[in-house]
């Protein structure tokens, strides 16, 4: 399952509807293998200054870290 659909479900589970985080992204101009290879810390800051609030996940619940190695290849 991809990080998107985890983030749909997880979203829909917590009564937030459905919610596309890879989606998201890509409307920002993020694709995901430009996060591959990529620590959690610069990751984040990248999808962070394409205006992207992180907050709002972590307002889910969502482990953010876990969320993002998901596209990064790496661990939290």
């Given at each position: ?49 394409k205006g992207f ?24």
């Open positions: 399952m991809g990080l998107g659909d985890m983030l749909g479900k997880a979203a829909g589970a917590l009564g937030g509807g459905e919610f596309d985080f890879a989606s998201k992204m890509g409307e920002l101009g993020v694709d995901p293998s430009m996060l591959q290879g990529l620590d959690i810390d610069a990751a984040k800051s990248m999808i962070e200054e609030d992180l907050s709002m996940l972590d307002s889910l619940g969502l482990n953010i870290d876990d969320l993002i190695a998901k596209f990064t290849g790496g661990g939290a």
